[in-house]
């Protein structure tokens, strides 16, 4: 699974899941630009609105939100992760997906969600249920 971490996230994704915070979003993109066009986008707003980005349409999704990220720290390696609980869709159907973008909220339009990272998410729909597992 490709990842990106969005250019504004960079240095702060843990900081966004610091004490609890329940403001993750989790949200299915049918279509997406290049990573690198793709890592220059501020807010929500921007992403969906940019030519080649396009949101899930199918019947019963919707974005997953109120999410909280666990912080683990792991002083053996020297390093710091943020695990985002596995989100699924039931019962999916329509156009194929392409990613999973993990979003913060800091105010309640898509001009003020924060992109923190994109997932290679390829599936074709089918009426099964969809699971993201975050490794």
Do not use: C
């Amino acid at each position: 699974m490709a990842t990106i971490v969005f250019n504004i996230a960079k240095g702060a994704l843990v900081e966004k899941f610091r004490d609890g915070s329940a403001n993750g979003i989790v949200l299915l993109l049918e279509a997406v630009e290049a990573d690198a066009a793709l890592a220059d986008h501020d807010n929500l707003q921007d992403l969906l609105n940019a030519a080649g980005n396009t949101e899930s349409t199918s019947p019963g999704y919707s974005r997953k939100t109120g999410v909280v990220g666990t912080i683990v720290v792991d002083d053996t390696n020297d390093e710091v992760t943020v695990d985002i609980p596995d989100q699924t869709w039931f019962a999916l159907t329509g156009n194929s997906l392409a990613a999973v973008i993990i979003a913060y909220e800091e105010s309640a339009s898509d001009a003020g969600r924060v992109p923190l990272t994109k997932h290679d998410f390829v599936r074709t729909l089918d009426g099964s249920d969809v699971q993201v597992r975050f490794p």
